[in-house]
């Protein structure tokens, strides 16, 4: 079983409780077990590699880790590879006046004459046993400061190993990282952070509720050093009111669609000193655990009563809002960058939350076509009014529909056509009869007069030069004079069947043939261009048959196109 982790040391003479109570031992380290057992199991087994890269998010105690690992290395009374820190090594690092340890701010220091000098310096000899070089911030060291650390990281002299720690492990150089043995760091648990602060509060004499180690572990998201620091503000202040906005006013205004609270609500933070872009980070931040609790529970670092609070709204908005909030949010926050009044990216994003309807994005109409729906299936079924008799005129005789019923004959329930009057039921089925009963003659006047104009205007191109040449009821063939017209009918087809269902009142299918004969009797080129005029309104069409077809006749798009733009004009060469 392992043992339990100890109370940090306390450092004499360090009021900030994230300095006076570091990890000087790899069994003070918290969350970090995976790199633990790596590191003091290579130093007991006496395995320690040349360089090591440590990433990880901030306050994750890569750089305390990297002069736990110089202790150990060092220590005069080590034990299972931990340092004892009590001995003057130990203690020397601790105070940072250690001749074996030497710690570099690449942030200040990336430049490639500061690390010739470190290189230079490696070959040196130190008091301990073990040299180390510690690189914070390493991926910020330039591209000539890079390539000089590469020799000399790739084969140090016997007695040095450098340590190398950075948040953005993709930004170091691959030459770097692929001679190094690479330990991630991860983010600290919500329940390893309250521990940590409770033994804290213990050791340093503090007096703190648990409401104030909630904020604290709360604001920390995962980082010791973060939820130190908050601690130490807290109690300072001795309130936890201003450490967090309220975002209990825009949550209610998402579930309720109450855009007046909502913008009220971001009227009253802003007015409390609250930064645009601070609020929209730490509302989405908010959303954000709102989501992992619905989709991980595990994963969220939210606690307490907070991770309630959380669950609650994460349960009224539901999963599909809550990503568009965060989506939503995450493109506002790009947007106030650049803007000059942030708090209107923050006023004009709730504002489209709240009312889908004034949002045109598809997963704004997705919701409201979802919200929609629940209305559909909690609403009561409605029932049918009764339909009033048909009436007559006075002294004629009753029709055969509107006959009395025999008394005696069973009572059953109406049916769907029963519902429907007579009079209607027969329109309606004469209507469509007489669709699908029309001549081709019929379907061409129509389709030139009703169906044609209702097409997008580079449709009407094409299809003035078109013919209808069979029509069977629910299917309409065009002919058109080349194949190279008939390949680029795809692009209107949808359009042009909307057209000819709106106008036949049905589903109609809409097929392409090349008619040969339409394209020999078309006149020449320049001819056609020079003969045609603007049409002034748009052409009946009587003809019989394709091959009577006097339309204008083209042989190609790009012809008809430029005969409709220059109407009247003479091609000369």
């Not at 690189?135 to 390539?147: C, I, R």
């Not at 109690?235 to 201003?242: C, M, P, R, V």
């Not at 309720?256 to 009227?267: C, F, S, Y």
């Not at 309606?428 to 699908?436: F, G, K, M």
Request: proline share 6%.
């Amino acid at each position: 079983m392992a043992t339990p982790p100890s109370v940090p040391t306390s450092i004499d003479g360090v009021t900030s409780l994230y300095r006076r109570f570091r990890p000087g031992r790899f069994a003070e380290l918290r969350g970090q077990d995976h790199v633990v057992r790596a590191l003091q199991g290579a130093v007991a087994r006496d395995r320690v590699s040349h360089a090591y890269l440590f990433s990880g998010p901030r306050g994750t105690g890569k750089t305390t880790t990297a002069r736990i690992l110089a202790k150990a290395l060092n220590c005069e009374n080590p034990l299972d590879g931990d340092a004892c820190n009590v001995c003057a090594s130990c203690v020397a690092i601790t105070r940072g006046s250690s001749l074996d340890v030497t710690e570099l701010d690449a942030a200040s220091n990336n430049g490639v004459d500061d690390i010739r000098e470190i290189t230079a310096g490696a070959w040196h000899g130190t008091p301990g046993r073990w040299k180390i070089y510690i690189f914070d911030e390493v991926h910020q060291l330039s591209k000539p400061a890079s390539a000089a650390l590469l020799k000399t990281l790739e084969e140090p002299p016997p007695h040095v190993i450098f340590v190398l720690a950075t948040t953005d492990p993709h930004k170091v150089l691959p030459t770097i990282r692929s001679r190094t043995q690479h330990l991630e760091f991860r983010l600290i648990g919500g329940d390893t952070l309250k521990t940590l602060l409770h033994d804290v509060q213990g050791a340093a004499g503090l007096i703190a509720d648990d409401v104030t180690i909630e904020t604290a572990v709360r604001l920390g998201r995962g980082s010791a050093r973060d939820a130190l620091s908050a601690l130490d503000q807290l109690l300072a202040t001795g309130s936890t009111d201003e450490t967090q906005p309220d975002f209990d006013g825009l949550f209610r205004s998402l579930v309720e669609g109450d855009a007046v609270r909502a913008i009220t609500t971001l009227a009253n933070l802003a007015r409390d000193g609250w930064d645009p872009e601070q609020l929209a980070e730490s509302f989405a931040a908010e959303v954000r655990q709102a989501f992992l609790l619905q989709v991980a529970p595990d994963v969220a670092d939210a606690v307490d009563a907070d991770r309630e609070r959380l669950r609650e709204w994460g349960s009224q908005l539901g999963l599909a809002r809550t990503v568009r909030v965060l989506e939503t949010f995450g493109r506002a926050m790009r947007e106030m960058k650049s803007a000059p009044e942030k708090i209107v990216v923050l006023e004009v994003a709730m504002v489209r939350l709240v009312k889908p309807d004034l949002d045109a994005s598809l997963d704004a109409l997705a919701e409201r076509v979802t919200k929609l729906e629940r209305q559909e299936r909690s609403a009561a079924p409605v029932a049918l009014a009764p339909v009033a008799p048909a009436l007559r005129p006075i002294g004629s005789a009753p029709t055969p529909a509107t006959a009395s019923v025999p008394a005696d004959s069973p009572p059953s329930s109406p049916s769907t056509d029963q519902l429907v009057p007579a009079p209607a039921r027969e329109a309606v089925s004469v209507a469509a009869s007489d669709e699908t009963n029309l001549s081709v003659d019929e379907v061409r006047q129509r389709f030139m007069e009703r169906v044609v104009p209702r097409t997008s205007r580079g449709a009407q191109l094409v299809l003035k030069s078109a013919a209808v040449v069979d029509f069977d009821g629910s299917r309409i063939t065009l002919a058109v004079a080349s194949e190279e017209i008939r390949q680029n009918t795809d692009q209107i087809s949808q359009g042009l069947k909307g057209a000819l269902d709106h106008e036949f009142r049905m589903p109609v299918t809409v097929g392409w043939v090349v008619d040969t004969k339409m394209k020999a009797s078309a006149p020449s080129a320049g001819a056609s261009r020079a003969g045609r005029k603007a049409p002034e309104s748009t052409p009946d069409f009587d003809e019989t048959s394709a091959d009577d077809h006097q339309g204008p006749v083209v042989s190609s798009v790009a012809e008809h196109l430029i005969a409709e733009m220059f109407p009247g004009a003479e091609e000369i060469s």
